[in-house]
């Protein structure tokens, strides 16, 4: 099972928060240039938002995203989410 923790922590380089999966509690860094890219597909006012209002706009999808990758075993601490990272899988 799933549990996120709460407070989500605003750094000069994006937001860093923390999820469990199973018993697994990681780290995870969205990147500002990662927030500013989502906020861009959604046509989000970023310049009317700061970093941890998009933050918690996309705060479902992040937080999902990210215990996908823990549960890949991608490696880093912490675990770096940049605008790659959402970026969809590109068909061949």
Do not use: W, Y
Request: include cysteine; charged fraction near 20%; glycine fraction near 4%.
């Amino acid at each position: 099972m799933s549990h996120a923790t709460p407070q989500p922590l605003l750094t000069s380089k994006g937001v860093l928060f923390t999820v469990k999966v199973d018993s697994l509690k990681r780290e995870c860094l969205v990147t500002d240039e990662a927030l500013n890219q989502l906020s861009a597909q959604k046509n989000m006012n970023a310049a009317a938002a700061n970093q941890m209002d998009i933050f918690h706009a996309f705060e479902d999808n992040i937080k999902g995203v990210a215990r996908r990758l823990i549960a890949a075993r991608v490696p880093g601490t912490p675990l770096m989410m940049r605008p790659n990272t959402f970026n969809p899988p590109h068909k061949i």
